[in-house]
């Protein structure tokens, strides 16, 4: 269990990630920045984002979305997330796994229920602001409003 307490994550905006005929923003978060210094190189991240959007989008999906690679205390999570019907959002957390020879894949989490921890939360917050203020305020979605989604981005500590 973590402990009861809180110490600000540093989180990076990444480039881009193209997934399964989608378009996800990514982040990479630190509980101990030290640790994990370099980015994650694009196609590892993007494998793994498809390794949970293995579909095209379908009716009602957008082409947008975001993702979070968490290295966090305990181990490292994949938060992948995509835009759906106008105004909601779909959500899949997955929790590393490395094998006997190193390699990593991300699985479901055993507790199936959980959304995001409170340093996620504050990106996903961010996602839902950016998409109000790039798409819903504007009332289309075209590649204007896609292409101002797809920059607006944070980093810093949460």
């Given amino acids: 269990m973590n402990p009861l307490t809180y110490s600000p994550r540093l989180v990076k905006a990444l480039p881009p990630v193209d997934v399964s005929g989608r378009v996800l923003k990514a ?3 630190f509980a101990e920045p030290e640790r994990h210094s370099a980015p994650p190189e694009p ?3 993007r494998r793994h984002a498809a390794s949970v959007l293995r579909e095209p989008p379908q009716e009602g999906d957008h ?3 975001f993702l979070i690679l ?5 181990a490292d999570y994949l938060l992948v997330s ?4 106008a105004d909601m959002l779909k959500h899949w957390v997955r929790g590393s796994v490395v094998d006997a020879e190193g390699d990593t894949t991300f699985a479901p989490l055993a507790q199936r229920d959980l ?4 340093w996620e939360l504050q990106i996903i917050g961010f996602e839902r602001d950016a998409w109000v203020n790039t798409v819903l305020a504007q009332g289309r979605l075209d590649q204007a409003s896609l292409d101002a989604y797809l920059g607006t981005t944070f980093s810093g500590w949460v």
């Fill in 27 to 29: 982040y990479t978060m």
């Fill in 43 to 45: 196609e590892w991240l």
């Fill in 63 to 65: 082409p947008v979305g």
């Fill in 70 to 74: 968490h290295h966090g205390m305990e």
């Fill in 82 to 85: 995509q835009w759906y019907d």
């Fill in 115 to 118: 959304i995001a921890c409170v």
